[in-house]
């Protein structure tokens, strides 16, 4: 802190100089600038210059100013210019400006110094009024309460109100050599500075917070810290709290109980600040007051503290204290005393008559009698009676006092306790009532004992039998009398002696109890199962075993018949030719069977406690818990997975698995059955049928190759009708032309027969030229009856021959449609001739093909191919659309997929149905003419 006041002072001075080496050279430059007459104006600007700089800068700054004033104005301004020479009629105002140089300087600095003084004075009287100020404050949040916390939290919020900080904290610190923990009092901050230490709460010191703790302890007063100035170590605690700066200081309670100190410390997180002296001596007087008020107020807590422990005590004990002085004639009482007398706390002259008054009637006498002996210097008085309250309750008091005499023995002072022993002597009462009663259980308990089903047993240490029951004597056969003189060990079969006993008798010690399986010796000899239960007890300081023993004959005839239960099914399970395995909630193996071993390799006890996910390598762990969950949703899960044996090869395995519950507790059976045969027929199967494929796949490519000779026929049947009409028409024009005369209107007539049939061929050639591209369909307005008649008589021949029953039910009403008559003839044929050739082979009924044509709503028109041949099945009636697909030895599959394209082509559909009872139902629909132009 000296050191930056110092380099204050060294600022300020260099600042005030630097004003003498500006004015002063300003002003004779000023000077020489302006234009002046010759020997005039010389002195009033370094003047001016010199009388400013000594009003600004003091005394020495002045005499600066006024050395470079008076040297430069004689050199440069008083002639002769440029030289020190002084002429005659000059010297007398240059000395005159010297003096007044030297006498402004004078008289500013010491005007200076004055006004320096005044306002030292004044910030010294501010200081002080501050100070008092700020004293009075905090003597005024200290006062109007007696409870620290509520002083400390008042005081620190004037605290950071007085000295601007973000954050005033009051804590103990603890330890005597070193700093051990920190506790914090009370605190104050400004918003957001919050620091995340409750009061009261006690926190352990590291290193570096217990050396700053002692080298606080050591300065023995204000101590500052400021970050960036410290060493690291109290820089590491700084940074820890946030803090910038810190102003700190200990204070040692004038009366110390403990090894403790109290710390006053004032924070500033947002910048760096060094406190000045005015403000660390406000800061020490307002840290002793509070240390001073801080231990008063502890103190005044402990009294009163102590107090209420002494009241809360005599309430408890119902014991309070009474004191009556002779002298004066005045009595006291406790609060507790007066409580017990069930009156208002009093000190009253005339107090005997009044505690007569409230004693029993009966017992006054006794009381009175008691008193008059003590204070006639007899036995100390002590007495029990009864008091009635004003409410009239009575309660029952034991008191007890002291008289103090003086030289002459006239009692002077009797002091003595009176104790509340009603709830003593109703306690006792219910004590007798509860011996009676505990006689009345203890009969009620030795019957329940003797009633018991099972053998009660109570041992010493020794193993000496000292108390059964008649179930007891019952199951081994003998007296109480008998078996209280015998040892445990008498009645035992010999295996279950010496060192079973001794583990017993450990595990008793141990766990303080003991349950196992035992064999009893019956007097007769006989061996009898028993289940016995051993506790350790206490019966006045001995420690004893109380055993309980159950027959366990008839379970352990059950147990054997379950066992032999469970060994038939065990044969069973491990003769099946499937792997068992049975998990547990986790998925865990708890059971397996002889063939899950030989499967995967493992023993039975490797297996055990083993997760499917270990063995299973065809599904992971989300798979498994997702078919888990099915499982334990009531699911029956069958499925196919690999599993991996203990040499590292994998088999696959089809898994059928399901849960049950037994006993609450959930499990899942799984059966695994070794598929490699199966894959291995399934993949000779599969190669099969590949080969299959393939033979068909060249069937079709062969089917294919005769298709193209059957287009190739189709082509030259249809174009050779209107070749053979032109070369008909070509003969006929020719004869018309060699007739004499020549009919040329014949010929003419012949040559236009030969452009049609041309036409005519043409536009066949072009029309399957279009199908095979898939170019759309020329349209025209179209009869579908029309078209069905010119069908059916194309395919006549293939009708009759095959010997079948066309019937035709025609709708005369339909509405045209519109499109391609040659492709929708090319349908209708196809279809036709595979009904006839469906029904060839159909020898036991009528062949019958029925076509219909009917409105199917108001915009579509229905065609019906139906025959009763061998029919379709479900499947087929799809399939037999798709390219390739035939149902016949030597089809091509190829007409029903281009009819489809036809169809579908002209805004229709084209399916199949299987008919009833025999045959199919080929059907295609087809929009009607404003249908299809819309």
Known sequence: MNDDHKKQQRRDLLKRYGVALVLAPLALFVRGELPFEEGTSIYQLPLAAVVLTAWYGGRGPGLLASLICIVGASYLFVPPVNSFSTSPQHVLP?????????????????????????????????????????????????????????????????????????RAVFGRHAGETETKSFTLLAKRERPGFTLNISPGVEVAADEDLSAMSAELKAAGGP?????????????????????????????????????????????????????NPEEVRLFREIGLRLGDATVTLSTLRGLR???????????????????????????????????????????????????????????????????????????????????????????MVHSQGDVVFDPSGRPILQFGVMQDITDLRETERE??????????????????????????????????????????????????????????????????????GRVIREEIAKHGSATFESIDIHRSGRRIPVEVTNTQISDRGERLILSVVRDVTERKRAQDSLRESEARFRTFVDRATDAFYLLNEELRVIDVNRQACESLGWTREELIGMHPREFDVGMDAASILELAKRAEAGEIITFETFHKRKDGTVLPVEIRTGTFRHEGKLFYLALARDVTERKIAEETLRAKENALETARAELARVSRLTTLGELTTSIVHEVSQPLGAMVASAAAASRWL??????????????????????????????????TKRQAPRMELLDVNHKIREAIALTDREVRNRDILLRMQLDANLPPVSGDGVQLQQVLINLVVNAAEAMSDVHDRPRELKIVSRPDGADTVLVEVRDSGV??????????????????????????????????????RLWATPAEPHGAIFSFSLPAAEQAAS
């Open 305 to 395: 503290e102590s107090e209420r422990r002494l009241e809360a005590a005599q309430e408890i004990a119902h014991v309070g204290w009474w004191e009556r002085n002779y002298e004066t004639g005045r009595v006291a009482l406790s609060d507790e005393a007066c409580r017990i007398f069930g009156v208002p706390p009093v000190e009253l002259p005339q107090w005997h008559g009044h505690w007569l008054s409230l004693i029993h009637p009966d017992d006054r006498p006794k009381a009175a009698q008691a008193n008059e002996i003590a204070l006639g210097g007899g036995p100390r008085y002590d007495v029990e009676y009864r008091v009635v309250r004003p409410d009239g309750t009575e309660r």
């Open 431 to 500: 004590l007798r009532a509860s011996e009676v009663a505990l006689r009345e259980s203890e009969q009620r308990y030795r019957t329940l004992f003797d009633k018991a089903n099972d053998a009660i047993f109570l041992e010493n240490k020794s193993d000496e039998i000292i108390e059964v029951n008649e179930r007891a004597c019952t199951l081994l056969g003998y007296s109480r009398d008998e078996l209280v003189e015998m040892k445990v060990s008498d009645v035992q079969a010999p295996e279950v002696r010496g060192d079973a």
């Open 738 to 771: 060699a007739a004499t005369p020549p009919d040329v209107g014949e010929a003419c007539s012949a040559l236009d027969n030969i452009a049609a049939d041309g036409k005519r061929a043409r536009d066949v050639i072009a029309r399957i030229r279009a199908q």
């Open 94 to 166: 240059l000395s005159v400006f010297v003096a007044l140089c030297l006498l402004l300087t004078e008289f500013s600095a010491g005007r200076r110094s004055v006004e320096h003084r005044l306002r030292l004075r004044e910030e010294e009287r501010r200081q002080h009024v501050r100070f008092f100020e700020s004293i009075d404050r905090i003597h005024r949040a200290m006062q109007g309460t007696d409870d620290v916390e509520h002083m400390l939290d008042r005081a620190l919020g004037e605290v950071l109100d007085i000295f601007q900080c973000d």
């Open 223 to 275: 101590v500052q810290w400021v970050l960036g100035s410290v060493p690291p170590g109290t820089a590491r605690v700084l940074e820890r709290f946030g803090v910038q700066s810190v102003l700190s200081m200990p204070i040692e309670p004038r009366s110390r109980r403990g090894d403790h100190f109290f710390v006053f410390t004032l924070r500033q997180c947002t910048y760096r600040r060094v406190w």
């Open 871 to 908: 029919g379709l099945n479900a499947d087929d009636a799809e399939r037999v659309f798709e390219a390739f697909y035939t149902t016949k030895a030597e089809g091509m599959g190829m007409g029903l997929s281009i009819s489809r394209s036809i169809i579908e082509a002209h805004g229709g």
